[in-house]
């Protein structure tokens, strides 16, 4: 079967206008080459979780981002940019630790080739402190910015402990898309499902349902977010919501088991579960192909 | 099902809850029948952890933070609270289903927040 036939038998199958890939092991082999104001694709890494140590869980906890980097390097054709959608570090009460690990993280995703990198915060980053230390580091927690004609809008779900955008960021978010047509191509980014997922696992935004139903009038709305460690799809009328794989340790799939916790590394397997993905945004056809990628190339 | 929430300010009275040793796993009944069960939340655990209680009896749970703020869900009651030291937050509730129910924080508090929750039993 050819990689266009999987694709169309995707698109069939998900009818959301978005493709979805299981295995980037041979793709970016060159061919694509995105021009300027049409096709253009990019890199999502989420879930770092920089100075998590626990050997039964990832006994690579300090190369595994390293070499995510170096897969991302390694792509053939470069990314246009790069976007974490947070937990960049694991949480510490610690606050010269947090600093510490905050720019560990930064140095080594220096290395990458792209320098267009697009950074968000998860809990482990900014809920204890309200984001102080990540804002040190990386800016602002919530902003938009534009791209080839995609409006991209950073949703932050996380420096509220309890999980929540909050009013004053909700009423950003209905400015910031009153300059948007009801068709433009939005990408939000953010790091909690906005939608109820899992509650009792922690995976959901409270106030998420103000925010999509901010969302819900503009056509053409993609939700790429973090947090719960695996891939997962799912619509929320006609919004699609992708969540991203971890780069540190993976989680089951919702309700699997009755209580959330890490899967232990499969020494017979090593970094299963792990990767990142990267997105092309098909501009003028609305249509995002997500493609995954192992850590290291399989 | 009821749901009364209601948090009282007693910042003197709430070291005194705690060192009264009234933290126990199976609820005493208070006037009226009513099931009164003190929880402490700490990093990352609830004292008690494991819960108690009688089906079709009212449930008073006072809830206190003894560092940090916590919260407390229990997604099957529809019950949440915020957990902050110096405040006893009272929830009140009639368990009208038997069985066993996990009740956890959804306060972001720290690298063991994920491991803390407990388990509510109703008896019939």
Known sequence: MTNLMNRR???????????????????????????????FYFVQLSDTHWGFNGPNINPDSQGTLKKAVAAVNALDD????VVFTGDLTQTTDDRKIRRDRMAEFRD???????????????EHDASLDRGEAYHEFFGDLHYSFDHNGVHFIT??????????????????????????????RIVVLTHRPLFDLAPDWDWATRDG???????MPYSDVTVLYGHIHQEHHHMTGHIAHHAAKSLMWALPEPGSVPKKAQIPWDASAPYKGLGFRDVEAEVAQARYEIEEFPVTKG | MK???????????????????????????????????????STFEYKPGEITVKKGVPVTLELISQDRHHGFKLPEFHLQANVQPGVVEKIRFIPDKAGKFTFFCDVFCGDGHEDMSGTLTVIE
């Open chain 1, 108 to 122: 080594i995703v220096s290395q990458l080739k792209v320098k267009t990198v697009r950074f968000m915060p998860g």
């Open chain 1, 78 to 81: 470069q990314p246009d940019f």
């Open chain 1, 209 to 215: 349902a103000a925010v999509i139903d901010t969302l």
């Open chain 1, 9 to 39: 038998d995707l698109l069939k199958l998900t009818g959301m206008g978005v493709a979805v890939f299981v295995s980037g092991t041979a793709a970016r082999a060159g061919g694509f080459r995105p021009q300027k104001n049409e096709s």
């Open chain 1, 155 to 184: 949703v932050d779900n996380v420096s509220d402990p309890m999980a929540a955008v909050g009013e004053k960021q909700l009423q950003w978010l209905q400015a910031d898309l009153k300059q948007m047509k009801r068709d433009s």
């Open chain 2, 3 to 41: 749901k009364i929430t209601h948090a009282v300010l007693v910042a003197a009275s709430a070291g005194f809850l705690m060192q009264q040793g009234v933290v126990r796993s199976v609820a005493r009944e208070a006037r009226n029948n009513e099931q009164v069960i003190r929880i402490s939340a």
